[in-house]
């Protein structure tokens, strides 16, 4: 069955550096778009980098020049490098795969950042 795992979150205090990781198996990983998202205590989930298949991104104006998305198709992975990190960063961050047919979306990663 098609499995994301995020892994990479922690407390980091202001201004600080993670990466995340999404690690996808049971599906043709090169092939499709991959997305994070994240969700802040009492917020809807909103989504925060999308990159392409074929690399191409966007980012949600909050997070532009701060994160960088990109992928390892020859590890089935997506990546998220977070920069400059403030408190209002701080939330659960997932990635999502989405296909025509189905969506699959990893358990969760928790990011906070506070000194």
């Known amino acids: 069955q098609v499995q994301l795992v995020e892994s990479g979150g922690g407390l980091v205090q202001p201004v600080g550096s993670l990466r995340l990781s999404c690690s996808v198996s049971g599906i043709i990983f090169r092939t499709n778009a991959m997305d994070w998202f994240r969700q802040a205590p009492g917020r809807q989930r909103e989504l925060v980098a999308t990159i392409s298949s074929g690399g191409s991104t966007n980012y949600a104006e909050s997070v532009k020049g701060r994160f960088t998305i990109s992928r390892d198709n020859a590890n089935n992975m997506a990546l998220l490098q977070m920069n400059s990190l403030q408190p209002e960063d701080t939330a659960v961050y997932y990635c999502?795969?989405?296909?025509?047919?189905?969506?699959?979306w990893g358990q969760g990663t928790q990011v906070t950042v506070s000194s």
């Open positions: 999502r795969l989405a296909t025509v047919l189905y969506t699959y």
